[in-house]
């Protein structure tokens, strides 16, 4: 089971961007890397998912290193809406059907 | 197309009684969790399913059954509720369980559950 490891909480200002690094050491060869996000009093809704390199869409851009030993979610021009719970999760790689989350990353988006 | 639907959204029992939290989902998809989460943590498995009609443990199981009769809906039972089992509930379910590309996780909204 690939264990992650992000940041408990981190605090940014509006319009900067923001970064959240996950590390995931002994991600397996078919493993994918997703992050969800979740605003209070909701359920987590996906926000990107990739297995290499760089993938972005029009909410984040998501960079994996060559080994993939870690991700770093970026958040462009944050704004107060951001504020939220993000996780990374890597995908199982079919060894089991278990979804695991993590305790997450607690954005504040400050004024 | 509602996409995870839960029921109730809302609840309160007292300690003893019983109760059984529905999810639905008309996505088609084979896959279906139950998740509790409770204030500053994320979120803990409690039960999953990979089809109709069958259903497994996951991290935290105990105190707790559900059911998948039907591929759409994956219901979540307490026998005997306990203060320790307040929490919010979410449901989810996807295409493919072991999380493979383009195939994630899709929630509810929660079932917030209080136990006194």
């Known amino acids: 089971l690939a264990k992650t490891t992000q940041p408990i909480s981190m605090d940014s200002y509006e319009g900067q961007e923001v970064n959240i690094t996950c590390s995931h050491n002994n991600i397996a060869t078919n493993d994918y890397i997703t992050w969800y996000q979740q605003f209070p009093s909701q359920g987590p809704r996906f926000i990107i998912q990739g297995y290499k390199t760089k993938v972005t869409n029009e909410v984040a851009s998501l960079f994996i290193p060559a080994d993939r030993k870690s991700s770093t979610l970026s958040l462009p021009r944050v704004s107060l809406s951001d504020t939220a719970v993000y996780y990374c999760?890597?995908?199982?790689?079919?060894?089991?059907?278990?979804?695991?989350f993590g305790k997450g990353t607690r954005l504040h988006i400050l004024p | 197309n509602a996409g995870v639907t839960q029921t109730p959204k809302f609840r309160v029992l007292k300690t003893g009684q019983s109760m059984t939290l529905l999810c639905a989902q008309d996505?088609?998809?084979?896959?279906m969790y139950w998740y509790r989460q409770d204030p500053g943590m994320g979120l803990r498995l409690i039960h999953y399913?990979?089809?109709?009609?069958?259903?497994a443990k996951g991290e935290v199981p105990d105190g707790y059954n559900v059911s998948r009769l039907k591929k759409q809906n994956f219901l979540l039972g307490l026998e005997s509720a306990a203060p320790s089992q307040t929490s919010v509930y979410f449901c989810a379910s996807s295409n493919s369980g072991h999380h493979s590309y383009n195939s994630p996780l899709h929630f509810g909204n929660g079932t917030r559950l209080t136990v006194t």
């Open positions: 996505m088609n998809h084979e896959y």
């Open positions: 999760l890597v995908a199982l790689g079919g060894r089991d059907d278990k979804i695991i």
């Open positions: 399913s990979v089809g109709e009609g069958t259903t």
